[in-house]
């Protein structure tokens, strides 16, 4: 170790007034006493995104950030979803940071991983995922799902690392090209492992949430999965190709069987076949249409290269900027 690096922790909170005390305490004693054995540099910081929380998340941020020097926050205009969080958390802290490592805010990741991840860091490593090794915390429900997802995901081609979230550490030169894709439906744990670099896993047991409830609703978790498959994957398009091919082969297939059957002379039938193909296909159609529209879809936001996030208020750059003056 020739000289210590300073570590940035990225922690997107979105009302998490219940949990943000906790978090603070169990971060800051895993910072400080990475700071005090002299493995990071006593500029490492904590970052939270607050992401238009509205209730006394950001208040929380202040104060800490009056107590300890190392606590600093962005306050996002509003509600902006926890992977614009991470990605502008990431953002402004790349510039003072020699590595990031984000984490939840819920305290469901091991934070004791931390330190793990950041001797990974020093072997050189530039992507450090965490993986958790049990699903027993997480629902019948969460835990069938997400295995499904995972496994789906890899059907389509979409290299991703499972059971990884977004507990990760990435050095520098990861999260500067991390920011070059431009991307509006952003997807971290698909994009990471397209960066490259040398990297490696460091196993954690999921907890509980410590306080609160998930900010994750099931409608949010459909969206962030479709979002995750349409945006890496043009399989579903493909795949429509082959139902369509399918279908030809199937009228065909109809249309020789009426005309044996007119030549048979067995015309009074018929109203079946036509009614059940009238809504066969009239469904097939919504579907194709409406996977293609998904795609339409995200080409229409894509182009329009709006800013992913606002900020309103942000601490971090001064501090770094304070502690400069004050050196
Ligand atoms: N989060 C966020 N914006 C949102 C939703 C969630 O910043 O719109 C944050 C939240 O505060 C937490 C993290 O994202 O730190 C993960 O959310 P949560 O723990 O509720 O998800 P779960 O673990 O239930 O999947
Ligand atoms: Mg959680």
Redesign the pocket.
């Known amino acids: 170790m020739d000289k210590e690096r300073i570590l940035t922790i990225v922690?997107?909170?979105?009302?998490?007034e219940e949990v943000l005390p906790e978090t603070t305490k169990e971060l800051g004693e895993i910072l400080t006493s990475l700071i005090n054995d002299g493995t990071v540099d006593r500029e490492s910081k904590i970052l939270f995104?607050d992401?238009g929380s509205r209730d006394k998340t950001w208040e929380l941020i202040t104060k800490f950030g009056h107590e300890k020097s190392y606590v600093t926050g962005i306050k996002f205009s509003r509600?902006?979803?926890?992977q614009n969080?991470l990605l502008a958390g990431m953002e402004i802290a790349v510039k003072y940071s020699d590595m990031i490592i984000t984490i939840?805010?819920?305290l469901?990741d091991d934070v004791n991983a931390i330190s793990k991840m950041v001797a990974e860091y020093y072997k050189g490593k530039d992507v450090v995922y965490g993986v958790r090794n049990s699903r027993e915390t997480d629902t019948v429900f969460k835990r069938r799902t997400a295995l499904a997802f995972y496994g789906l995901m890899k059907k389509l081609g979409v290299d991703m690392v499972p059971d990884s979230?977004?507990y990760r550490l990435l050095s520098k030169r990861a999260v500067e090209n991390l920011l070059r894709f431009t991307e509006q439906n952003l997807f971290l744990r698909g994009m990471v492992p397209l960066i490259g670099f040398s990297h490696s896993k460091v196993y954690y047991a999921r907890k509980e949430?410590f306080a609160g409830?998930?900010?994750?609703p099931l409608k949010?978790?459909i969206k962030f999965a479709l979002d995750g498959i349409t945006s890496f994957s043009v399989v579903p398009i493909k795949m429509i190709m082959g139902l369509g091919m399918v279908i030809v082969l199937v009228g065909v297939a109809m249309f020789i069987y009426t005309i044996v059957q007119k030549i048979m002379g067995n015309v009074i039938s018929g109203w079946t076949s036509l009614m059940t193909s009238i809504w066969v296909l009239g469904g097939v159609q919504l579907i194709c249409i409406s996977v293609i529209g998904e795609y339409i879809g995200k080409i229409f936001t894509e182009v329009k290269h709006r800013p992913r996030y606002t900020i309103e208020t942000e601490t971090y750059s001064d501090k770094f900027n304070k502690s400069k003056i004050n050196s």
């Not at 922690?11 to 998490?16: L, Q």
Request: proline residues 4%; glycine residues 4%.
């Open positions: 922690v997107p909170c979105y009302n998490e995104v992401d509600n902006y979803g926890h969080a939840d805010a819920d469901q979230a977004d949430r409830e998930s900010k994750y949010k978790m």
